[in-house]
């Protein structure tokens, strides 16, 4: 079993609707999560982290904690063309190892 | 403008050829990752560094090599021992052992030739 599973997609959606994005590990005792944002041929940029259960928004984004079902989503509202990219979930191993563990990534297409 | 300068963003190998990949941060980040992208796959970690003067082996360690003498540098060889260098490569760094995300380089294309 992977440690960090994402549908590799693509994921189309029409400009301006909501795009939900899905990851899930399988580290019970991980406590750090983060969405990147990748461009073709581009490196990775960090969107959003999540620590706790629930919640987190920022403009467009939110991101969504399940700790119990080992599930965190990416929401976003409004899709644009320029959001068109993959979009990589990563999860933070637990200490000694600090190491960020990162799904294949799922592609999101949004087209007008 | 601080940030994380990766070097050369292209390179060509030849077979049986060591290469070096540079990485340099400003950001007074203690702790640097190399990682290995190959196309529909995730990000691989090969080694990573959380105090200079030492590093540890990631997932994929074998055929690189690293060194961690300053602080703000992270050299990564490759070395004629990893026999599919060709990918994407990228650096990354964090503070507090990277609780808030990693920062990336914008990533160096190594293809062998």
């Known amino acids: 079993q992977k440690e960090v599973e994402q549908n590799s997609g693509p994921l189309s959606v029409p400009e301006g609707a909501i795009a939900s994005l899905n990851c899930t590990y399988s580290d019970r005792v991980s406590q750090s999560f983060f969405w990147y944002r990748q461009y073709s041929g581009k490196s990775p940029e960090l969107i959003m982290s999540i620590y706790s259960n629930g919640d987190k928004e920022d403009g467009r984004f939110t991101a969504q904690l399940n700790k119990a079902s080992q599930y965190v989503s990416l929401l976003i509202r409004d899709s644009q063309p320029s959001d068109s990219a993959t979009y990589l979930c990563?999860?933070?191993?637990?200490?000694?190892?600090?190491?960020?563990?990162f799904g294949a990534g799922t592609r999101l297409a949004v087209h007008p | 403008d601080g940030g994380i300068t990766q070097s050369p963003k292209y390179l060509f190998r030849k077979e049986g050829q060591n290469v070096t990949l540079s990485c340099e941060q400003n950001?007074?980040?203690?702790?640097m990752y190399w990682y290995r992208q190959d196309p529909g796959q995730g990000l691989r970690l090969i080694y990573y560094s959380q105090i200079v003067n030492d590093f540890q082996k990631g997932d994929i360690a074998e055929g690189y090599s690293v060194s961690r003498e300053k602080k703000e540098s992270f050299p990564l060889t490759v070395t004629s021992a990893q026999k599919n260098p060709t990918a994407f490569y990228l650096c990354?760094?964090?503070?507090?052992?990277?609780?808030?995300?990693?920062?990336f380089g914008s990533g160096t294309r190594l293809t062998v030739v």
């Open positions: 990563a999860v933070m191993n637990p200490p000694p190892g600090n190491k960020l563990i």
């Open positions: 990354a760094s964090s503070v507090d052992r990277g609780q808030n995300g990693y920062t």
């Open positions: 950001l007074n980040h203690d702790a």
